[in-house]
């Protein structure tokens, strides 16, 4: 497991982060909280915040990780430029993970009793978070994950385990499941990866789909080490009218080349998510079999004609270019529909810290940090939240936004769809602010 520190910018003082702060404010970026909340007073002290990063430096999560990792120098950055947080600058030191479970559960020992940080944030595959989250609860240590399962919404992890930055896969499906039924087919087959995250789209897009009138015709599981598809393509029933896919890992652009070789001219409806395709270019040769289908994406890869002044201004921070690729090289593409969970997650982050007025000198900060947390209900977009506005439910630790459903077209994708962040709601049954501190 290979160590690396981002470290914090010199000179920063308290005044510089109160102008901050204050510029902040006027600008309209302020979060909305629960009544009753009690701010406390600003720490006092100049060490450095540190947050641990469990980084998929290696592993099926690499693509990922290299821009988790680009995403949260940037934002740190941009925070300590504008006087860090309770004035003091924020470090973040680095683990690799592996995208290993128990890699992760010992990573987080590490950042623990080692590197001794503030708080764990960052995972992002499911198995992953699932095998190190428990170890988190045990040790008191926030564990702020930038996932996308149901894990953390579900009730099934503990109170110092939160998703603020991004939705969870059973908001996603229940958001777009209406759209997909009324505007491409009722009999779908799904293909996923064999794993938790797999498994909360293969629960919650079926049951999504059969809300709406539809049909699963057929689920099929692939182990997320396999590396040909060919085998598992013949179980597609001929009566398919839309192909689901969410594969994810090195393999994918394996995936969907014999998915075109299979279908050839004669396919259904494809709908897939853009993990399938992340960090891949869409001009690449033989994918010229996507044109004509569908994708969901957190955030649109490509800029849009509607682009917002904050699009444009997270896409120079982070340095990605209008096609969603490094302004630096045009041939590596970002992780663009999820790596602005990062981004957004590190202000949440911001935020509670400050509301709690957190020090980090007792052991009372981490309870404060988490108490501020689950008052949060609300981000406005703008430059801390720029894939858009969202609700927070301080319950269930979780936050809900926008989907966007793009379609692909001579090598780019375009916004067909942008559901509201009410399309995306279900019940709410998990409570961690019952669970002691």
């Known amino acids: 497991m290979s160590k690396t520190i981002i470290t914090p910018k010199k000179g920063l003082t308290r005044r510089s982060t109160l102008l901050g702060m204050g510029a902040a404010a006027g600008a309209g970026l302020a979060s909305q909280v629960m009544p009753g909340f009690v701010r406390y007073s600003q720490a006092q002290t100049s060490e450095p915040i540190k947050i641990g990063l469990q980084l998929h430096r290696t592993g099926i999560g690499a693509s990922y990780g290299r821009w988790y990792e680009r995403v949260t120098a940037a934002a740190v950055k941009e925070i300590n430029d504008a006087g860090g947080i309770n004035g ?3 470090e973040v030191i680095i683990e690799d993970d592996g995208t290993d479970p128990k890699r992760g559960a010992e990573v987080v020992e590490k950042f623990a009793t080692q590197h001794k940080v503030d708080l764990i944030y960052g995972t992002l595959f499911s198995h992953v978070v699932i095998g190190s989250a428990p170890r988190a609860g045990e040790l008191k240590m926030p564990y702020v994950v930038v996932s996308e399962g149901y894990h953390v919404a579900s009730g099934a992890l503990n109170r110092y385990c939160f998703q603020p930055g991004i939705t969870d896969v059973r908001s996603q499906v229940s958001a777009m499941a209406p759209w997909v039924s009324q505007n491409l087919g009722k009999k779908v087959t799904m293909v996923f990866p064999d794993y938790a995250f ?3 789209h293969r629960d919650y897009f079926s049951a999504a789909m059969k809300a709406q009138g539809g049909e699963i015709v057929q689920m099929i599981a692939i182990p997320p080490t396999e590396s040909s598809f060919t085998r598992y393509l013949p179980q597609i029933p001929s009566s398919t009218e839309v192909l689901y896919h969410v594969m994810v890992g090195p393999a994918v652009l394996t995936f969907v080349k014999e998915l075109g070789d299979f279908y050839g001219s004669q396919r259904p409806q494809i709908f897939g998510f853009i993990d399938s395709l992340e960090a891949v270019d869409l001009n690449t040769p033989q994918l010229e079999f996507l044109d004509g289908t569908y994708f969901w994406e957190g955030n649109p890869r490509y800029a849009q004609a509607n682009q917002t ?3 444009k201004f997270y896409r120079e921070k982070v340095g ?3 096609n969603g690729a490094s302004t630096s090289d045009p041939k590596d593409i970002s992780t663009y529909a999820h ?7 590190l202000y949440v982050i911001k935020k ?3 509301m709690s007025g957190y020090s980090g000198q007792t052991a009372k900060d981490k309870q404060g940090f988490v108490e501020a947390m689950e008052s949060l209900t609300a981000f406005e977009e703008g430059k801390e939240h720029p894939q858009g506005a969202k609700t927070f439910n301080g319950k269930n630790h979780q936050v ?3 989907q966007y459903i793009s379609k692909v077209a ?12 009410e399309d995306g709601m279900y019940e709410i049954t998990a409570d961690y602010t019952k669970m002691s501190l």
């Open 352 to 354: 509670a810290m400050e």
């Open 320 to 322: 990605v270019d209008a």
């Open 309 to 311: 002044e904050y699009d």
């Open 88 to 90: 003091r600058p924020v």
């Open 410 to 421: 001579g090598g780019r994708m375009d916004v067909v769809h942008k559901t509201a962040i």
């Open 400 to 402: 809900y936004g926008s």
């Open 339 to 345: 790596m602005f969970g990062c981004w957004e997650t």
């Open 198 to 200: 797999g498994h909360d």
